[in-house]
């Protein structure tokens, strides 16, 4: 059988370096993108700026010419301004946009081809807070939101070659301090989410078992989202 190819964005570490571990481990040849250095192997290792339309072009470009098909596209870089609302810039609300939701775009929009040749699928990396905010964090949950929607738009219009649906995860600890004993206790599933529980639902979504599914949004949230909070 041929070796299906995806191509991973933000991939240097996190939730897209877990990803093109589990692909990889799965027999996909594997390219990731970052803006940092990614390390290499198993993977082709491109650095580039998601956000920047040149350099989108370049990197399916670069897929095309070197791997020579496109099978699953993860569109998962992306990050977070946490600011009072009088204090978020123009330039920074732009920036967030640009990276989150933007780069969906661009990416799809380059690879459509390549996609539609291989009856390929797509998966974005959206967020609970697509759905509901901490406080100063206008531009992150507007580009998760909006992701959401160029999501099922996607869907449609690719369809029935490309499949394309959203994964929202909650809290994955990917950084910052371990997560206590009380933050682990508050979700219902008992415990923070790891990077691997996301990079599982996506090999799911671009595999062949979920043939049926498409513009659709996969929460993998420990159940919080589920869970009604009123004050003590
Ligand atoms: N970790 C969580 O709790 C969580 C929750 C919900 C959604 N998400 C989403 O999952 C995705 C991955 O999150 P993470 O926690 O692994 O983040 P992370 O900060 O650990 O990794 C993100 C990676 O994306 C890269 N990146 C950022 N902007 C880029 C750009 N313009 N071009 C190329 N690469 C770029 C960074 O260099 C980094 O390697 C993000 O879209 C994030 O919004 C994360």
């Known amino acids: ?15 897209g370096a877990a990803v093109a571990a589990r692909l990889a481990r799965d027999g996909w040849r594997t390219v990731v993108a970052d803006r940092d250095p990614a390390p290499e192997a198993p993977h082709r290792a491109v650095q580039a700026d998601v956000a920047d339309e040149a350099a989108v072009a370049a990197l399916l470009a670069g897929v095309r010419a070197q791997e020579g098909r496109l ?28 990276t989150n939701l933007t780069s969906s775009f661009l990416l799809v929009r380059a690879a459509e ?44 219009s690719l369809g029935p070659d490309v499949r394309v649906n959203a994964v929202s995860p909650g809290w994955i600890a990917t950084k910052g301090p371990e ?11 008992g415990r923070v989410g790891r990077a691997e529980d996301i ?34």
């Open 113 to 156: 081809a390549m996609l539609r040749e291989a009856k390929g699928a797509v998966v974005t990396m959206a967020s609970t807070r697509a759905h509901m905010s901490e406080a100063d964090t206008e531009s992150y949950s507007a580009s998760k939101g909006g992701l959401l929607a160029l999501t099922h738009a996607l869907a449609v």
């Open 199 to 232: 990079a599982g639902l996506v090999a799911w979504l671009l595999g062949p078992e979920a043939g049926f599914v498409t513009g659709a949004e996969f929460l993998s949230d420990g159940g919080v989202s589920a869970k009604m909070i009123y004050p003590e």
């Open 179 to 189: 997560p206590t004993a009380e933050e682990h206790a508050f979700h219902p599933a």
């Open 71 to 98: 099978d699953g596209l993860v569109c998962n870089a992306g990050f977070m301004i946490r600011k009072p609302l009088r204090d978020l810039t123009l330039v920074e609300w732009n920036s967030v946009l640009a």
């Open 1 to 15: 059988m041929t070796q299906r190819v995806a191509l991973i964005t933000g991939a240097a570490r996190g939730i």
